[in-house]
Structure formats: C-alpha cells, structure tokens
C-alpha cells in the first residue's frame, strides 16, 4: 500500500512568490496535517484538517493557508515567501483526527527560498 | 512548548540494548506518551506510543513509570540503522487538536 504521498520533493522559489505544496494520504485516512521543520530543528505544527474542516492551526502567519479536498488530499500554500521559510514541509495523515490516531508521515516537500 | 525534557544525545554499541529516557513530569492523564524517530532528511516515523501500561511492538519497547511522570524506550538490538534524532511527545487523546509538539529529541548514535 502506497504511504503518504507527497509533492514536489523538491523546490527553489525566490522571495516574494507564492508555492504551493501538496498532500495524499494513506488510502482510508481522513485526517491531514502539515509541518514545517527548519534545519535542526524538529518539526513545528501548522494545520490540522478532518473531513475537509480546518480541526488545529499553528502560531503561523496568515500567509500559511491550506485545504483538504473530498478525496482527502490537501494542499498547503504559502504566499510573498520569506527567506525564512526554506524548510522541510512535513504532510501526516491518520484515519481520525484524536490523539488515539497515529499520525504517518511522508517524505516531506524540501522548499528553498532565496 | 514541548512538555518532555530529552537528554541531547547518547551513543550505544551495534547489538546492545539502546534505552532513552524522557521526562515528562507535567503529563495530564488524557495524554499519551509517543514516540518518533527522524532518519536524517527524512520524515518522522512512529515507532510506539501508550497510555499507563507499558508497549511492546516489533520495533520497541516502551516503559512507563507509575506516576507517568517519565519513560524509556528500548531499542532491544541496536542496529546502525537505528542512528536516528527520536523524539518523545505528549498528546492529548481526546479533542479535535490532536497536534504532535516535538522538541529537539535525542540523536542517538550507534557505534559498530
């Protein structure tokens, strides 16, 4: 069975671009959540979405959205990018959205902003 | 905030038993105690979780004191494969915020 896909693995954008990242989970799961992790650093939450409804948001700007679609597949975008935000962005599914639900994580999604 | 507090690093040798600690002396009974690792470059991998008994799986073992105030996981067999950054978390298991909060982890290093 196919494992929490995400795409693409890799990106260069400049700063003031927008991206957008995107998510498919375990068949089955309903749940997506996204994660940036900064180089040494561990990942830092950002969105939680179940069943196409936004269920938890990190401390992040309003330039960080993201949406589930009813197949369950998500996408996150970032508008006018910082340098700051080259990171790791880390998509996890699970088939509910309670702590009792293990989350899975994909590869990740490597974006570098310069 | 990450609520555990994890030792930085440590290092085993390949085929001994690898036990990291973690302290997580503010946990609320509605938490579980989890646990990830990170292969370098790659995403975070769940290896066991559990509530107040201790858990055992093809991976693991995770031993969780009676106050719940802290745990081990035991890696039985150390391989090489097994360097990794392993975070232990606590999370709530009811409600819809079911955030996984990692703190920097421990690396462990396994030496031949």
């Known amino acids: 069975d196919a494992g929490v896909t995400q795409s693409p693995t890799h990106l260069i954008k400049t700063r003031g671009q927008h991206v957008t990242l995107r998510c498919s989970p375990i068949?089955?799961?309903?749940?997506v959540s996204w994660y940036q992790q900064v180089l040494g650093q561990g990942p830092q939450f950002i969105f939680q979405?179940?069943?196409?409804?936004?269920?938890g948001r990190g401390n992040f700007p309003d330039r960080f959205s993201a949406r589930q679609f009813p197949n369950y597949s998500s996408e996150l975008n970032v508008n006018a990018l910082l340098l700051g935000d080259s990171a790791l962005y880390l998509c996890?599914?699970?088939?509910?959205?309670?702590?009792?639900?293990?989350?899975?994580f994909g590869a990740g999604s490597r974006l570098t902003v310069l | 905030d990450a609520k555990t507090t994890q030792p930085p690093s440590m290092d085993c040798a390949e085929g001994r038993a690898a036990n990291l600690p973690c302290n997580h002396s503010t946990i609320s009974g509605n938490e579980y105690v989890y646990w990830y690792r990170q292969i370098h470059s790659q995403g975070p991998q769940y290896i066991i979780h559990?509530?107040?008994n201790n858990e055992t799986n093809e991976m693991a073992s995770l031993i969780i004191t009676e106050d719940r105030k802290s745990s081990t996981l035991i890696l039985p067999h150390a391989t090489l494969r097994d360097t990794a950054v392993y975070y232990c978390i606590v999370r709530p298991y009811t409600g819809a915020n079911s955030k996984l909060t990692f703190g920097k982890g421990i690396t462990l290093s396994v030496r031949p």
């Open positions: 068949s089955g799961h309903k749940s």
């Open positions: 559990g509530l107040k």
């Open positions: 996890a599914s699970s088939l509910g959205d309670s702590g009792a639900n293990v989350l899975t």
């Open positions: 979405y179940y069943e196409k409804e936004e269920r």
